[in-house]
């Protein structure tokens, strides 16, 4: 995490979060593409997925993905958005309660 609030790839490639939620279909269709995959729930922090570590993180996730209003926390949920570098990449960043 960077001071402005990006976050930097292992690569060095920076992030920027985008107003873009996450949905159940975004998250399959960019995770199937490749996108690079971060949590961040206390208390663990934040944790990098790339690849098959991404795709299994995804499948953890996707049960509990809040895409509206959140209602009130039960167990863990999630919220995701979409990052992009200045140079295209992406990534979904999902900051999670519980």
Not at 47 to 62: M, T
Request: hydrophobic share 40%; net charge negative; proline share 7%.
């Amino acid at each position: 995490m960077l001071p402005d609030g990006s976050l930097r790839g292992p690569g060095g490639a920076v992030y920027h979060q985008t107003p873009k939620r996450v949905t159940r279909r975004i998250g399959r269709e960019l995770v199937a593409a490749g996108a690079v995959l971060v949590t961040d729930v206390y208390p663990d922090g934040l944790g990098y997925y790339e690849g098959e570590a991404a795709a299994a993180a995804w499948r953890a996730i996707e049960p509990f993905l809040i895409t509206g209003a959140q209602p009130p926390v039960r167990d863990i949920q999630w919220v995701g958005r979409v990052w992009e570098s200045d140079g295209g990449g992406l990534l979904l960043r999902f900051d999670g309660q519980h």
